[in-house]
């Protein structure tokens, strides 16, 4: 939730509006713990943060602390970039059942984000199933078989740690509708996944049939990717490397053309004992292939059920236009439709794709738009009082917002007790204990 301008103007003041009480968003939340150098970033928006022309308002939820209007009349123009906080749900029965969360749950829980904490996964099952083959399917197929000494010098939480240390989990399903053409990770994630020490791949050479002849005419990164599947499911494995995959205790695999129809319960309906998957069939060409039930439907043993098939984004204030359908802002290259003054950025948009590179472009265009009306004369023109008007309304609403420099007592106070440890930081997950340390 955030109002920027680029650097591409010198007078301009910017001020970012945060829910949670931390700045970094899905850097800090989203990215896996394994993956530090990912994280990069965060160096280049302190370095902006701290700029005499930048603040950092935490704690404040726009929608319920301040209205977007109330914003609007205080700012020139004003950019939400709140991004897609929901989980597509699966829409199937049993989904309610204990041992079945959502990939941004769970992904939360092991990153720290204040909401999820209460998860308390349960990891005495041998087998896990992840629903959905992109990049965040393979973080959390990748944290659950990762040796956690491996995990010990991250920035991941010390609870889900514990939990992992005890985990029984050997075997990790990774399900896709269509097929191996169609997966949405990315060739990186997926050399991580062959490499994981002490696991082995599974992969059927039937799903792979014919796909040799195809490969020709694939897109260089996909057919990059595919040339790796094909590789990792049909050939012998050289001498050491096969020793290694003999000695792996745990496996994953990627299980294709197959769609969840329903989660199975334990016999005492207590918990997920397995799921229901229609076995699907391709119809259609390239990327706009669409999986078909074949009729066929095969049940898979598992305790743990993960969803990670996208995520949405919800409307933040009745004033803001928004698109159920396609679950974004409508606008025009970052102009939200109708609202003049209003921008919108990242996911919510252009819908949930894309990486963090992506999302910064994307967001530096919005910053263009916004530069450009100004020099057009289209913002309103006259002093805006900004955040001091914004800071009596949340003051008058028993709202404490939280600063950078706040944050980096907070900062501080994470790498200073993950001292000795050789983690980068413990990762504080207790508002209430954020706001005592800070003496609010």
């Not at 696991?199 to 059927?204: A, E, G, S, V, Y």
């Not at 706009?288 to 990670?308: I, K, M, Q, W």
């Not at 917002?401 to 413990?426: H, I, M, N, T």
Request: glycine residues 10%; charged residues 25%; hydrophobic residues 40%.
């Amino acid at each position: 939730m955030e109002d920027r301008d680029e650097e591409h103007h010198t007078q301009a003041r910017v001020d970012i509006y945060e829910k949670q009480l931390v700045p970094f968003g899905l850097v800090r939340f989203g990215v896996a713990p394994d993956h530090p150098e990912v994280k990069n970033v965060i160096n280049t928006f302190t370095q902006t943060a701290r700029s005499d022309r930048c603040a950092f308002w935490g704690n404040v939820e726009v929608g319920r602390d301040v209205t977007v209007p109330e914003l609007r009349e205080a700012y020139h123009a004003v950019v939400l970039s709140y991004g897609a906080e929901d989980h597509q749900a699966l829409d199937i029965p049993g989904e309610e059942l204990p041992g079945v969360f959502s990939a941004r749950a769970f992904v939360g829980w092991y990153n720290g984000l204040p909401e999820n904490q209460g998860l308390s996964p349960d990891l005495s099952c041998d087998t896990a199933v992840i629903l959905g083959q992109g990049n965040v399917a393979l973080d959390m197929a990748r944290i659950l078989l990762t040796p956690p000494e491996h995990l010990e010098r991250t920035d991941i939480t010390k609870a889900a740690l514990g939990v992992l240390r005890q985990s029984q989990v050997k075997t990790v399903w990774i399900v896709g509708r269509r097929g191996p053409l169609q997966v949405a990770f990315t060739i990186k994630e997926l050399r991580e996944m062959i490499q994981l020490p002490g696991t082995r791949p599974i992969l059927d050479p039937e799903d792979f049939l014919g796909l040799q002849d195809r490969i020709k005419e694939i897109p260089r990164p996909r057919k990059r990717l595919t040339e790796l599947l094909l590789q990792t499911a049909t050939e012998k494995p050289r001498v050491e490397e096969a020793a290694r995959l003999a000695s792996a205790s745990r496996a994953w695999g990627l299980r294709f053309f197959r769609s969840p129809q329903q989660v199975l319960p334990s016999p005492d309906g207590r918990r997920v004992a397995g799921i229901r998957l229609a076995v699907t069939r391709l119809e259609g060409v390239g990327e706009a292939t669409r999986a078909v039930p074949t009729g066929d439907v095969e049940d898979l043993p598992c305790g743990l059920v993960l969803s990670s098939i996208g995520y949405k984004s919800h409307p933040i204030d009745p004033s803001v236009p928004f698109d159920f359908k396609l679950g974004v802002i409508p606008n025009m290259e970052g102009r939200v439709v109708d609202v003049p003054g209003l921008y919108c950025s990242g996911w919510v948009k252009r819908g949930p794709t894309g990486v963090i590179g992506t999302t910064m472009n994307d967001s530096f265009l919005t910053g263009q738009m916004l530069l450009q009306d100004l020099k057009a004369g289209l913002l309103p023109s006259g002093p805006r009082p900004g955040s001091v008007a914004i800071q009596a309304l949340l003051s008058s609403r028993g709202v404490r917002p939280v600063s950078f420099s706040d944050w980096e007592k907070l900062d501080a106070e994470e790498v200073a007790r993950a001292q000795g440890s050789g983690k980068p930081r413990e990762k504080l997950v207790d508002p209430q204990e954020m706001l005592r340390l800070l003496g609010h």
